[in-house]
């Protein structure tokens, strides 16, 4: 068995000291455990925020422990009757070639119904994440107009997606002409703005104030820093945020140049704003609802979905620290094995 534990917690942006590939025997399933070897791993930037000690939502990963990670695997030996050998399942295994849990923390994937990965992205966590941003949190309707950010995403790329099915104007914001390019001919934004070539959050906001000369309805905040500045001014009267993350801050970084929190305040206040966090783990009891929409839309080719694959458990933490720097382009996924 080889795994990737936490060696040491970041000091600001993560390394790959930080990690540490360990090899040990393959675990025994326990009472009502399941064994199974892992084929994919996802990478998500809610493990930067394990990394850390402070509090949050969730309890931290505790040094010298397996990177938290949802996975897709083969079960090799079951002790839960409704499980057998060959079963293709998907829980929070972690960054692990072989993993147990118990038979209620899985769920049964079915191959033939989509790819298996896509439990990891569109049809799991991220894809749920976007639906419930739009439908339950933004209530987003037909005609208004819609931000998303990080918008060629796990999350955002759908959500950007779902909002244009409701007839939604779209404007997307991501990070380098290639993925703007790809949001627009592929994704169906009706325009999306390069952050890279805004130089601060007032060019943000001129930019997209020409993009949305009737102002913002609702905005997927997945960003924080800069492109948060820029759709603050440009929210109309009755506008909402669906605040879903906040990745240009989770290291510490860029907090000095963020617009200063009286001036949000009274934005929120003047602008009569409805600002709401999320967190997806509240929302699962969605899950059907999610999937019995969404499932067809992928099949039919209604949803166009990228991913962007690393080979090798060995090279998980490279692909994680790309990622919360911009370097993916797609849901972030490792092959583990075949
Ligand atoms: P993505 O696939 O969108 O990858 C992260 C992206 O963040 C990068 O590709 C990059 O896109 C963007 N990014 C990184 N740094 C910055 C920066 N400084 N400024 C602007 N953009 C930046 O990840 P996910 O779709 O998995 O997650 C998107 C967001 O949703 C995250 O904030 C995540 O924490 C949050 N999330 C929240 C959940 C919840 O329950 N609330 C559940 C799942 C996700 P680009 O190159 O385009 O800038």
Redesign the pocket.
Known sequence: RRSIVLAERPAGHPTEDNFRLEKGPVPEPGEGEVLARILWLSL???MRGRMDAAKSYAAPVELGAVMEGGCVGQVLASNDPRYAQGDYVTGQFGWTSHGVLKGDALRKLDPAKAPLQYALGALG??GL?AWVGINRILEAKTGETVVI????????SLAGQLAREKGCRVIGV???PK?CAHAESELGYDVCLD?HAAADGQAMADRIAEAAPGGVDCYFE??G?K?LDGVLPNMNVGGRIAL?????WYSGA?LDDATPLPKVWRTILVNRLRVQG????DHFDQFPHFVDEVAPMLADGRLRYREDVTEGLENAPKAFLS??????F???LVKVAD
């Open positions: 998500d930037p809610y966590m991220p994440t950010s990080a918008a060629t995403g796990a999350v955002g991501a990070g380098g993925k952050h997945n960003v820093g492109t879903c993350g906040v990745i240009a860029n999320f967190i997806i783990f990622m919360l720097e911009g370097g993916n797609g849901k972030t």
